[in-house]
């Protein structure tokens, strides 16, 4: 592993207090996103949709289903991952792509639509619902190690009213909301943890 690598791991924390003046554009946020959704996805159906925060007004709303976490209105911006249970509406739109840039050829491609198209709209919901939580928590923390390299703190936040988000923002029924990641710049330092040790945790067989 790079030391830059290990050094981004090992200094991520979960980051609570923010600096509310502190502000981030759009054309960033695209750009982070755009890494972080270089994660691998179940058959690159890339299941997953965000919500990016940054109007005010929104965030008062968000903070009342967030059960009134602070951090909702003074971080730079909230990004709701969402999880995409219809993920197999994407087949023909990703393999289009890949042969449209060259990496797959035709018979390919027709051979990778065929074999989504008879695994993926017949799974059941749950096992479709799983796949999209697992492929956009990858993602995620691509996300926030990313944020980290750019000097900007991030914090998860899975307590919230997900019944209420959906109906509050008008999500498809085909969208579930997952997480909230607040975005911004440390305005105090976050407490340290520690992990068990990792020993408790591995078996070789």
Known sequence: MSENLSKLIRERRSVRK?????KIEKEEILQILEEATKAPSTSNLQPWEFLVFLDPEERKDLRTIAYNQEQIETASAVIAVLGDKEFYKNIEPVYDSMYKAGFIDDATKEVLIGNANRTYPNAPEEARKNMATFDAGLAAMQLMLIAQDRGYGTGTMG???????????QLADRYFPIVLIAFGKENAPSYQTTRLPIEDKVKFI
């Open 18 to 22: 923010y600096d509310p003046s502190s």
């Open 159 to 169: 307590g919230f009213d997900k019944a209420k988000f959906s109906e509050r923002f």
